[in-house]
């Protein structure tokens, strides 16, 4: 923001600021401070295919046991909206498959 072009507009450098400036300090400011702003969806596809990672039945991870993915990652795409909502309603889809699970567990038990 330094340059002359963009010397009508004022511009003053936020992140990293001034201080940071040979490419192992601006290397050093990334480690330091860089972190996502993406919400990721669609990274665990849920199928039956062999891309599948997650099931369609109880959201469990394929081939590994005790372990389930309950988030916006299951989702089959991307939408213009923030995720919350969304992961909302997969954790209490979720939450009824355990309970359901757990139930059917604690009836075979006796």
Sequence with gaps: MSQPSFSKWNFQEVSPGPTYQ??????EWIRE?????????????????SLSVVNTINMKVWGVERLRIIDASVAPSS?????QSLTY??????ADLIVAEYKMKQKSAH
């Design 22 to 27: 040979t490419r192992d300090e601006l290397i």
């Design 79 to 83: 939408f213009s909206a923030n995720t």
């Design 33 to 49: 401070y860089a972190t996502t702003g993406f919400h990721y969806i669609g990274t665990c596809k849920m199928g039956t295919d």
């Design 89 to 94: 309603v997969v954790a209490a889809r979720a």
